[in-house]
């Protein structure tokens, strides 16, 4: 699971694969019924787009159930690695590679609670000591 270099999601794959990040294998009928839950989408639909996301090496497929009409799908990439890929990805168009433009802008947006400022300034001081010689 992961070997996808250039993991490129659709939209609507990306729903699909989180769906299976957190559920696990999972067949196209429950799949369609957790998709439906937020838009409703047709069963065929799904379907097609679950069948080119196992072309494309995003998906694998086992047959299951009376006769083998039963596909189990699994995600064949990693959250982590999508989530890296789609948000190197913006920060490079968005923020032209800037990642303090990115987080800067991020809690420009909102106020953050002192639990999160706390959190961040952690994150940021275990940054600074993995970087100390």
């Known amino acids: 699971m992961g070997k996808k270099k250039n993991v490129k999601p659709s ?5 699909i694969l989180q769906i299976l990040w957190e559920k ?3 067949t196209v009928r429950e ?8 838009k409703p ?15 494309k090496g995003l998906l694998s497929r086992t047959t299951e159930g009376a006769k ?6 699994k995600a064949e990439v990693l959250e982590s690695q999508v989530s890296n890929h789609l948000l190197d990805q913006f920060v490079n168009r968005v923020f032209r590679g800037s990642t ?10 909102k106020n953050p609670s002192p639990e999160e400022i706390e959190e961040i300034k952690k994150f940021l001081d275990d940054i600074e000591k993995t970087d100390e010689p």
């Open 11 to 15: 939209e609507n794959e990306l729903a």
């Open 24 to 26: 696990g294998p999972s």
């Open 31 to 38: 799949i369609n019924e957790l998709l439906s839950e937020e």
């Open 41 to 55: 989408t047709g069963y065929t639909t799904t379907l097609k787009f679950m069948q080119i996301m196992h072309d």
């Open 68 to 73: 083998g009409r039963s596909h189990i799908y």
């Open 100 to 109: 303090s433009q990115l987080v800067m802008r991020a809690l420009g947006r």
